[in-house]
């Protein structure tokens, strides 16, 4: 008999095409790159589309539960840090139920995820640290901050002239626990973003203080 081109077997081709999701090719990267931007750029509506797309094309779930828990620490980080707890949470949750309803925690965390305030202020900062010590390399500890394990360690200065924070409101006034080389340099920069905005006003104070050497 002649094959026949019906409604149904389009449909099936469409069908099939729309959820064609390659776990090792260019289409696995592109469709999590787009997950990853989109809630980057706050759009919980493209992040839900491309998890479905995720989700229906057969990717490892577990690979998305990482990608959401390594975005809750780089890209919103301190301006919510409550989103790195929900993430985990949803991470441990999956680990009890599986799919299918594990998807339903994917998409509770991807969608706190995306209306959450951002910042990459951490991630930045630790790359700026790295940075100077693949430059710099091991620099000496500063004495003051150097553990007296032995008498002879503490003869040597190892310990000496360390003051307890939580006996000068947090902070020492004028100290740095930088090595003398690096002892100007500021790797965290906090954004002005969400819970963020707190850390940086009260930072700003901190840093002030200690460069004035006035903690009142």
């Known amino acids: 008999a002649t094959d026949r081109i019906t409604v149904e077997v389009v449909d099936g081709v469409q069908q099939e095409v729309t959820t064609r999701h390659d776990r090792d090719g260019d289409m696995h990267y592109d469709v999590i790159s787009a997950f990853i931007k989109s809630m ?3 759009d919980p509506d493209a992040t839900l589309y491309y998890l479905a797309r995720m989700i229906e094309g057969g990717e490892e779930p577990r ?5 959401l828990v390594i975005f809750a620490a780089e ?4 301006a919510d840090p409550r989103a790195l707890t929900l993430t985990v949470s949803a991470a441990q949750g999956f680990e009890t139920i599986g799919m299918p309803e594990g998807a339903l925690l994917m998409a509770h965390a991807a969608t706190y995820l995306a209306t959450a305030p951002k910042s990459n202020a951490a991630y930045a900062g630790l790359n700026a640290a790295r940075r100077v010590v693949a430059e710099t390399g091991s620099l000496p500890v500063p004495m003051h901050l150097r553990r007296a394990a032995t008498g002879l360690m503490s003869e040597m200065g190892y310990g000496q002239g360390y003051r307890y924070p939580h006996d000068h409101g947090g902070f020492i006034p004028g100290e740095t626990h930088l090595p003398d080389a690096i002892a100007d340099q500021q790797f965290y920069q906090p954004s002005q973003n969400g819970y963020e905005a707190r850390i ?5 104070q901190v840093r002030l203080a200690k460069d004035s050497g006035d903690n009142s």
């Open 63 to 67: 690979f998305i539960m990482r990608r």
């Open 200 to 204: 940086h006003d009260w930072l700003k």
């Open 40 to 42: 980057r750029a706050s």
């Open 75 to 78: 890209d919103v980080a301190n």
